[in-house]
């Protein structure tokens, strides 16, 4: 077996090999005769089948075995001569070439290395910054949102037209074609003028009514909507009960003990406090995930240069490559397939933030690493089913579509780099 390794560079690898049939042949040997003390075969006893009836009985499953088993020779001895430890490789080895004749089989097997990332102290790229802070008005402003979805809804005694936010009790009968449907009837009906509850349309014809007024309010249902109703015309018989409007609240103690129940010697002193700490963690999240996360990033992809593996950077282009697929027409497509030119040229245009992306994620995962970041599966599946519920979803099926669909892993990575890069912009916030 003749070998030739070279290591192009950090992350990337090739070995070039010549392997005689001889060795081919000693291997189907080998194996052929260790399977006939296990084989199965109609007419022998187990462990006295013939070699030769093994060859026969397994014909080209031996051969693709035995070249399997001189191209892991080929492998390791290469690894061996280049220093190359099995732990360092990503992926599985490529084989970009396989040319057998009679007496010999000439391969060439590409190799990918996860890359040696020297970060050095990273810590001092991140810049220190002000915490953001509440102000007393945004303070105010958000206790009193607060205060009113906390008040009853009283009604209107003046003589006047619901209008844009009022609330309208009333009473309605839904026809489509002259006949009234399933579901489509309810008395004293609450509803919030211009929410978007109900079908479009429907609520802006509300808008001007009067109490004890009766209206023929007529809608389209969308193309979308469930069942037979998609699409059809309909008829709605409104009887407006009442107008009502959010009562007043009087934000005092009386109003921060009922609105932080569990809470010892809640008052409003307490709550302007916690109202003040959950607006800035707010701006505090929007600034980190709008702004400084992304520059963090882009500062380190840009910093830190190291090889990257080839087959990454070209699977991270055909990613690119097949979503921007998915907005094409087909003629579009029909075009690039039947110009090779053209579809080389396209895929070059991905390069580069293929480069970017690949780069990023190794530079993630050496952070993680140097700062003790992990992200288990359970973790991931708590933030899922989590998201599943705000949502109104079944949080066990969310799971498992997101894991037969085979994303685990990426929100997970998600989830790593968010950790990391928090926790090194935490490190540097200074209180205003």
Same mark, same amino acid.
């Given at each position: 077996?003749?070998?030739?390794?070279?290591?192009?560079? *950090?992350?990337?690898?090739?070995?070039?090999?010549?392997?005689?049939?001889?060795?081919?042949?000693?291997?189907?040997?080998?194996?052929?005769?260790?399977?006939?003390? +296990?084989?199965?075969?109609? *007419?022998?006893?187990?462990?006295?089948?013939?070699?030769?009836?093994?060859?026969?009985?397994?014909?080209?499953?031996?051969?693709?075995?035995?070249?399997?088993?001189?191209?892991?020779?080929?492998?390791?001895?290469?690894?061996?001569?280049?220093?190359?430890?099995?732990?360092?490789?990503?992926?599985?080895?490529?084989?970009?070439?396989?040319?057998?004749?009679?007496?010999?089989?000439?391969?060439?097997?590409?190799?990918?290395?996860?890359?040696?990332?020297?970060?050095?102290?990273?810590?001092?790229?991140?810049?220190?910054?002000?915490?953001? +802070?509440?102000?007393?008005?945004?303070?105010?402003?958000?206790?009193?949102?607060?205060?009113?979805?906390?008040?009853?809804?009283?009604?209107?005694?003046?003589?006047?037209?619901?209008?844009?936010?009022?609330?309208?009790?009333?009473?309605?009968?839904?026809?489509?074609? *002259?006949?009234?449907?399933?579901?489509?009837?309810?008395?004293?009906?609450?509803?919030?003028?211009?929410?978007?509850?109900?079908?479009?349309?429907?609520?802006?014809?509300?808008?001007?009514?009067?109490?004890?007024?009766?209206?023929?309010?007529?809608?389209?249902?969308?193309?979308?909507?469930?069942?037979?109703?998609?699409?059809?015309?309909?008829?709605?018989?409104?009887?407006?009960?009442?107008?009502?409007?959010?009562?007043?609240?009087?934000?005092?103690?009386?109003?921060?003990?009922?609105?932080?129940?569990?809470?010892?010697?809640?008052?409003?002193?307490?709550?302007?406090?916690?109202?003040?700490?959950?607006?800035?963690?707010?701006?505090?999240?929007?600034?980190?995930?709008?702004?400084?996360?992304?520059?963090?990033?882009?500062?380190?992809?840009?910093?830190?240069?190291?090889?990257?593996?080839?087959?990454?950077?070209?699977?991270?282009?055909?990613?690119?490559?097949?979503?921007?697929?998915?907005?094409?027409?087909?003629?579009?497509?029909?075009?690039?397939?039947?110009?090779?030119?053209?579809?080389?040229?396209?895929?070059?245009?991905?390069?580069?933030?293929?480069?970017?992306?690949?780069?990023? +994620?190794?530079?993630?995962? +050496?952070?993680?690493?140097?700062?003790?970041?992990?992200?288990?599966?359970?973790?991931?599946?708590?933030?899922?089913?989590?998201?599943?519920?705000?949502?109104?979803?079944?949080?066990?099926?969310?799971?498992?579509?997101?894991?037969?669909?085979?994303?685990?892993?990426?929100?997970?990575?998600?989830?790593?780099?968010?950790?990391?890069?928090?926790?090194?912009?935490?490190?540097?916030?200074?209180?205003?």
């Amino acid at each position: 077996m003749e070998i030739k390794s070279n290591k192009i560079n *950090g992350a990337n690898a090739t070995i070039e090999a010549t392997i005689s049939m001889d060795e081919v042949n000693a291997n189907l040997e080998k194996i052929a005769k260790t399977l006939s003390k +296990t084989a199965n075969v109609q *007419g022998f006893r187990k462990g006295k089948v013939p070699v030769a009836i093994v060859k026969k009985q397994y014909g080209e499953k031996l051969v693709q075995d035995a070249e399997a088993e001189a191209l892991r020779e080929v492998l390791e001895a290469g690894l061996k001569e280049m220093g190359i430890p099995n732990e360092s490789l990503i992926g599985e080895p490529n084989i970009s070439k396989f040319d057998k004749s009679e007496d010999k089989i000439e391969v060439e097997v590409k190799i990918a290395m996860r890359p040696e990332v020297e970060m050095g102290d990273y810590s001092s790229l991140v810049t220190e910054f002000e915490k953001p +802070t509440a102000t007393e008005d945004e303070v105010t402003a958000r206790i009193t949102e607060l205060a009113q979805s906390q008040a009853p809804m009283v009604d209107v005694e003046e003589d006047r037209a619901i209008a844009k936010d009022d609330s309208a009790l009333f009473d309605f009968e839904g026809s489509v074609d *002259g006949k009234l449907f399933e579901g489509g009837s309810s008395k004293d009906f609450s509803l919030v003028i211009g929410s978007g509850q109900f079908i479009p349309g429907f609520e802006d014809q509300m808008i001007g009514m009067k109490k004890g007024e009766e209206k023929i309010i007529k809608v389209t249902f969308p193309e979308n909507y469930g069942g037979d109703l998609a699409g059809k015309d309909a008829e709605f018989k409104v009887n407006l009960n009442a107008i009502q409007t959010k009562g007043e609240v009087v934000i005092d103690d009386e109003l921060a003990k009922k609105m932080l129940q569990g809470e010892d010697d809640a008052n409003l002193e307490k709550l302007t406090e916690l109202v003040k700490s959950q607006i800035e963690n707010e701006k505090l999240s929007k600034l980190y995930n709008d702004e400084m996360k992304p520059a963090l990033l882009e500062t380190f992809v840009s910093t830190f240069k190291f090889d990257l593996p080839e087959f990454v950077v070209e699977q991270e282009i055909d990613m690119a490559l097949n979503k921007k697929a998915g907005s094409m027409n087909e003629d579009e497509i029909k075009e690039l397939r039947e110009d090779a030119d053209k579809l080389k040229e396209l895929r070059e245009t991905f390069r580069a933030d293929a480069e970017k992306s690949v780069r990023a +994620t190794f530079i993630i995962d +050496t952070l993680a690493t140097a700062e003790n970041v992990k992200v288990e599966e359970q973790e991931v599946m708590q933030t899922i089913y989590y998201e599943a519920m705000q949502m109104g979803q079944d949080p066990q099926k969310a799971f498992e579509q997101y894991k037969d669909a085979g994303y685990i892993p990426a929100i997970q990575m998600s989830m790593v780099e968010d950790k990391v890069l928090s926790g090194l912009l935490n490190s540097k916030i200074k209180e205003a």
